[in-house]
């Protein structure tokens, strides 16, 4: 079946630092990817998401591209913050089979001023 | 108010104990799910109902009891728990179609003593 493999952490960064979460899945037909984000005590929000091969998704300063080739979907950003500091998954929701959407197991960000 | 709202935000109940989560959205999706998130393991994918019905069912055991009165609310109702069951619940909505994405709720908390 469907799966999502995300890089275990914590991954523990300076403030200003570049950030990489890895991600690869695996899924029949052309899924859509999801990055989400868990801060503290909160349900998960949507960070970005893209629906096709060689799509871009970004927002605050986070990036990431659907990479058909290699079943990738990394997450970067060039400068993270204290703020920043959570937990992040990926995700993949499927074009067939009732679209429930599948989660990686989460990478816990720590940002240090 | 707009979004995923759950209610209560924690819970706190005995093994005897007979409770309900509630779920309600205002996005006007017709694809409502629960998720279980507990320390250290990945997000579990417990029900999922399209269109008011029961469209899946992840092994959950049956003292955990799902309703869905309409495409708006979703019920957990909660029975005889044991200690593991303490978790954050998540309740999610979507459009019942690929390459959307799903909205979550801030969680409930909860606690079985």
């Known amino acids: 079946g469907d799966s999502v493999t995300q890089m275990e952490g914590p991954v523990t960064l300076s403030e200003e630092a570049f950030l990489t979460i890895n991600c690869t899945y695996t899924?029949?037909?052309?899924?859509?990817l999801f990055w989400y984000v868990q801060y503290p005590g909160e349900g998960l929000q949507l960070l970005l998401k893209?629906?096709?091969?060689?799509d871009k998704g970004s927002n605050k300063g986070f990036e990431a591209t659907y990479r058909k080739e290699t079943t990738s979907f990394h997450l970067e950003k060039g400068s993270v913050q204290v703020s920043d500091s959570a937990v992040y998954f990926c995700?993949?929701?499927?074009?067939?089979?009732?679209?429930?959407?599948?989660f990686g197991a989460g990478t816990r960000l720590f940002v240090k001023a | 108010e707009t979004g995923v709202t759950q209610t209560p935000r924690h819970l706190v109940m005995g093994m005897t104990n007979k409770k309900s989560l509630k779920c309600e959205q205002h996005?006007?999706?017709?694809?409502m799910y629960w998720y279980k998130q507990s320390a250290k393991k990945p997000l579990e994918l417990m029900f999922v109902?399209?269109?008011?019905?029961?469209?899946e069912n992840n092994s959950v055991p049956s003292r955990f009891s799902p309703e869905c009165p309409n495409s708006s609310h979703l019920f957990l109702h909660l029975h005889t728990l044991q200690p593991e069951d303490s978790a954050l619940y998540l309740c999610?909505?979507?459009?019942?179609?690929?390459?959307?994405?799903?909205?979550f709720g801030q969680g409930t908390r909860l606690t079985v003593v």
């Open positions: 996005l006007g999706h017709n694809a």
């Open positions: 893209a629906t096709k091969a060689d």
């Open positions: 995700a993949l929701r499927g074009n067939t089979g009732g679209f429930k959407t599948i």
């Open positions: 999610a909505s979507s459009q019942d179609k690929g390459g959307t994405e799903a909205f």
């Open positions: 109902y399209n269109f008011k019905e029961q469209t």
């Open positions: 899924a029949t037909g052309y899924p859509s």
